[in-house]
């Protein structure tokens, strides 16, 4: 996996020039959250079944890697999961 530098938000048609992969997917999104009602914290958006492939959202916003591993931290800490099952 390489880094990418980008200067605005990907559009639905972009490719990764390392690996040629989508960009604009669910998986690469700020409001992807697995467990979410249709996996995404945005409640206005439609339901895209395909999280790996290109769509048309709206509210795509393109996570930063430093979100990313804040998000997986915050995941994995007992006190936050602790959190979560009770809803604070």
Known sequence: MKELELIRTP?????????GADLRVCLNC????PGAYNDCR?????RVVE???SNFCDYFVFI??????GQ?????????RLDALFKK
Do not use: I, L, N, V
């Open 72 to 80: 997986a931290a915050k995941k994995d800490d007992p006190r936050s």
């Open 64 to 69: 930063d890697d430093a979100a990313r591993k």
């Open 11 to 19: 559009g639905r048609e972009e490719t990764c020039p390392h690996c």
């Open 51 to 53: 999280k790996k492939r």
């Open 42 to 46: 945005e409640p206005q958006a439609e």
């Open 30 to 33: 700020s409001f992807y959250s």
